[in-house]
């Protein structure tokens, strides 16, 4: 029978601790509904005792109507030498009105005398009163033993001691915390063994990342016994993060035979990691496991052969199955096998050894050489395939733009934009104002665009990256810009790159607009106004 | 007595297979150097016989003096069915002439079969034969088990033998990898316990984090008695990446008793994490493990309370011992106790109670909904703190500045900056052309200042960082800039936000400026001319 793994994701709690995360209360009703949808049993939403705005994110949240997740109030003992109901962030913790609340009390006697600077008793009695306070009041309490594992080293008695003060008030989870991150998967399962033998209270372990080893430290505590996984679903939080959910899920489903959340929703696994991403404003790394870019890109030579002839030679499982997708990488290191793949999903007739291929993986060098990179900008790499085919008719031709910007002491910068495009024999010159040079240089490109394709109307500019490729002494520093661009249905990717800012933007949107265009002809929805034939005078397929 | 581990850094051949990642010759030329001085013993830097840039490689690196490291080049056994000499990549490793070989082959069978598509007798034969053939040309090899806990978990019989048949050849180390990075720790245990039961030979760890498990699997692999950890520096390699060596290394000496390098190396751990992502042009997460900007962040009220009241309540050990640093952030979260701390390091009357702390406080909170992020912008905080503290004094004003950018069909992209500054009671008009609107804006500046203040002559921009804050529809998108300077001696990061990227980078510009100004001021070395005296007219401290 397959073993059931409860997930507590706390990605707006702990997450929202990692520096450079910030959430509005809309962030965090989006980032619910997300993780209900995904079939996540708990989310643990704030801490309502100690910010104001996640007060009001209690309040709201009680609208959403839930599938299946319980929301989760987090909080701390009551302070020493009070009682729990004149402690107010515990009378904040009931008024959040969740049905379950997560209590953070010290497993560690170091805390206990130096941070909380009380006595060992005084300690087990706040986490007593404390969790006996809220069973009293109906409440489903998780106790997070803070620190257990470090407390565990240093003193296991009375470790041990505190969650049995916690037990015998009735918590209902035993929260295992390796808060500092500082332990190894042999600590863990010393850890988990010991609880289980002394405490009949199901075990939960809840790990952060300060020495790399939060998923394995999990893994290892669920295959000792915890019943519950605690983490963030891309894994940020305080310091170097916690353990990954987004790792955590499909480890332990799909490869421990665990069951964590429904086939279907690990279908959404990776969309909902870089939903989070998005939303937190984080920039999810390529390498991140299994939802990264690169998860299951294969680059080396070898590696691309091998997984043509059998997937499971380089992967642990189908990208499908999470979400993600293969890709093969096209670079000096990919050589010829995975270039000409690329060039024969665009003409059947190119092979290996056609001269084309190695046409292309020359220009591929020297454009490299120039600060571009096509690995995640698929949708350039497929108009300069095209080019290198003979297969790209231009939608448009750029006559000339201009740009300027001024600011004065007391006058904010303005930027606008003029140009001037072909289409077939018509020209069109306009201009736009806009925030910042690119912005107006988009704005102008797209309007004179329009009046020929008017689909272009609903693409937008999702995103806009920009980084320094060469920035040695005494040479021109490259600045290579990727644009992400979506038309509400899908999203695609364009590069630039160029000594000037503006030039390598200029590239990357007219990438982005050629790409659009090129989508909706091969779709048969192109639609073509101001006195052009379908097709363009310049358009010759 | 200690035990000792060795290291192994595969940051120039594994690494170099990471998606978006490519060294040139000099940049692996640099790494090796970087990576002997902190007292690495093995660098593996590239597979000559797949990769014509990389036998150039090893021809230069013989020219550097290194201290103690061990070259490693790395590649296959010969190819099914001939012999080793009559393979080119063979003979390539040999040609590399260096004293270690790296030597990979098959242990899991489904590889044998379905992607060598040869016998599992004649996988034996080529373990051997090319074993035998290195080790009689007088080479040290380490014998590179791929894919061994696969193989291990689908038939340990056959994986043991062909680690038998390298042993017998005279293989020196028997690398096990868990090259898809499926793994946990538990399996690791099993493999490494198997392989020591069966075999002589001193076992190496290579593995990989498609799972997150990479730095765990290899610290349970050294529990279990492996020498030698391999890795790559910070961790980048083919897909997710590779077991992070500045994770693992201080890991495995300061919290395991092991020894790598030594004490006054840990020290540069973290520089040389940086340095890498530098020449590898890889953005270094903040939350790495260690070396990460956010490592030995704390961003909680109750964490920087309780961090300044002990360093180990939630640090593994002082950033100091890997020279890295602690930083208590400033944010909603923070709270006034961080905020109260950085004030009291610029004017010592300043406490949590002062009014300039609330002031503080609020001002934060509305710049950081502006899209201003100071967690990783010191220098700009420095300046905002010192304007609020009222001990700013500014070195120059803005009278105005104009851009001017234009491009056509056949002409490139040219971009101008026109700027008028005013320093006391003088001011200077100049212009300058430069590589795309900011960096013209850039020299601009410069030029102009210049006149007055000659070390700016020193100072040059050496990363740039564009980042959309806000990118919901129908609303004007946040642009964040970070500009990272330096003079040689010391680095600084400033930051502005603004719909505008032009406005944006010149705050970042101007704060860039003002900040070097202002530490040479400090350091009593600044130096002004061009009529004005010291201090300048509207500097009246």
Redesign the interface.
Known sequence: MERRIEIFDSTLRDG?????I?FSVDDKLNIVRKLDKLGIPYIEAGNPG??P?DFEFFERVRMLELRSAQLVAFG?TRRKDIAVEDDKNCRALIAADTEVIALFGKSWA??VE??LQTTRAENLRMIYDTVDYFVSHGKTVFFDAEHFFDGFRADPGYALETLRAAAQAGAQRLVLCD????S???DIADGVRAVRRELDVPVAIHCH?????????S??AV?CGAVQVQGTYI??G????NA?LS??I??LQL??GCRCITDEAMGRVTHTARYIAEVA?Y?L??????V????????????V??VQ??H?????FPPERVGNNRSL?I???AGRTAVANRLAQLDPTVTRDSPVTQEVMDALKEL?HRGY?F??AQASLEIFLLKKLGLFQPFF?????????????SH??I?SAMIKVRVGDRSEITAAEG?????ALDRALRKALEVFYPALAQT?L????????E?R?AT??I?RVLIETTDGASVWTTVGA???????S?HALADSVEYKLLCDDRNGVLEVCGGIAAGGAQRQK
Do not use: Y
């Not at 808060?179 to 500082?182: I, L, M, P, S």
């Not at 790394?285 to 299994?290: E, G, H």
């Not at 990264?292 to 590696?303: D, L, N, T, V």
């Not at 999702?462 to 490729?469: A, G, L, S, T, Y």
């Open positions: 929202a601790q990692a520096e450079g910030h100690s910010n705005k701390s170091l805390h130096n941070v808060t500092n991150g500082g190894f998967p042999a990342n300060d020495l790399g080893c939060a998923v394995a430290n893994i290892e295959r894994g940020f305080e310091r170097c993060g990954s790792t955590l499909p480890a490869k421990m404003n920039i790394p390529a390498s991140t496991p299994v990264g870019k690169s998860a299951f890109a294969h680059k080396a030579g070898m590696h052969d091998a002839k059998l499971a030679s380089f992967e642990n990488l670079s000096e290191v490299e990179q690995e995640s031709e750029l006559e000339n733009f201009r740009i300027i910007g001024e600011q004065s002491e904010r910068q930027s925030d910042g040079p690119v912005h937008r999702i995103d806009f990256k920009v980084r320094v490729v920035q002494a021109a520093s600045v160029s000594a000037d800012i503006i030039e390598a200029w």
